[in-house]
């Protein structure tokens, strides 16, 4: 996986799928196995502590937070002529305006920093490290 957006999308979203099962499972300890279970992890919410709730809150505010900041660093591409693509593209975070000659070589640092926690991850490219 060589595309740092691609990784970090797929750590978001893994995060998000196992806060998901974890309320799935409530204090049952059982995943759900049927359509109406909705209605089953609703009441399982309902039966948490009010510190339980804050801390899932926050957890899925932080997946939703990181998504919009993973969002709002894409790379954007540039001439570096205006007019003349033939003198070759810049490529450069559109929030940091980290300029690179290769999409994906300078990876600006927000995103490198989002990509620290899973540095143990397979996936993980050492080039990402701030």
């Given amino acids: 996986m060589d595309d740092l957006v691609t990784f970090l999308s797929a750590r978001i979203n893994e995060r ?6 974890t309320v799935a499972r409530g204090r ?3 995943g759900f196995e049927r359509p ?3 209605m089953d992890m609703e009441m399982r ?11 899932i809150n ?6 939703e937070a990181q998504r919009r900041i993973v969002a709002a660093h894409h790379t954007v591409v540039t001439e570096k002529v205006d007019g003349f693509p033939t003198y070759g593209l810049e490529y450069a975070c559109q929030t940091c305006h980290a300029p690179a000659d290769v999409v ?11 990509a620290l926690p899973y540095a143990d991850h397979k996936d993980y490219q050492e080039e990402w490290r701030p």
């Fill in 36 to 38: 109406e279970a909705l």
């Fill in 58 to 63: 926050h957890m899925v505010q932080e997946v």
């Fill in 45 to 55: 919410i309902r039966g948490l502590g009010n510190g339980e709730l804050d801390v």
């Fill in 104 to 114: 994906g070589w300078n990876w600006c640092l927000t995103l490198r920093l989002l």
């Fill in 28 to 30: 049952s300890g059982n």
């Fill in 16 to 21: 998000q799928s196992l806060i998901m099962r």
